[in-house]
C-alpha cells in the first residue's frame, strides 16, 4: 500500500478556526453594506433614498446584511412595472462593488489563516 501525504492541512485547520471566530468578518460586511447604502441614497430616486436602511440578518453562524427598503416604491423602481420600465438604482452599485468586497474578504480570511 502506497502512502500517501496531504499537505496543508495546517493552514486549512487555520481557515476553519478563524471561520469559527466572525467577528472582524462581520464587520467588514457591516461596513460594505453601509458603503453600498450610501452611495444607494444618493443614487436612489426621489424621496426613497430616506427610506434605505442597512439589516443585520445574520442566522447563527451565517453572516450577513441586507440593504434595502420598506418603500414599495423602491421594489418598482429596481425592477420596473408593467408599464415603467426598469431604471435600476440599487444593482447596479452592488455589481461595481462586489469585486472589492470579494477581495476584502479574501484577504481577511488569508490573515486570520495565518495566525498560529
Known amino acids: ?26 464587520s ?5 453594506a453601509e458603503a453600498i447604502a450610501a452611495e444607494a441614497r444618493r443614487e436612489a430616486p426621489g424621496e426613497l433614498a430616506h427610506s434605505i436602511a442597512v439589516e443585520d440578518v445574520s442566522q447563527g453562524e451565517r453572516l450577513g446584511f441586507t440593504v434595502r427598503t420598506a418603500d414599495p416604491a423602491g421594489r418598482a423602481a ?18 461595481a462593488r462586489l469585486p472589492a468586497i470579494k477581495d476584502r474578504l479574501r484577504k481577511l480570511a488569508l490573515a486570520a489563516a495565518m495566525i498560529p
Open 1 to 26: 500500500m502506497t502512502a500517501v501525504e496531504i499537505t496543508g492541512i495546517e493552514a486549512l485547520r487555520r481557515r476553519f478556526e478563524a471561520a469559527s471566530a466572525p467577528e472582524a468578518f462581520k
Open 28 to 32: 467588514a460586511l457591516r461596513e460594505e
Open 78 to 95: 429596481e425592477f420596473g412595472t408593467l408599464k415603467l420600465p426598469a431604471p435600476p438604482w440599487l444593482w447596479p452599485i452592488v455589481k
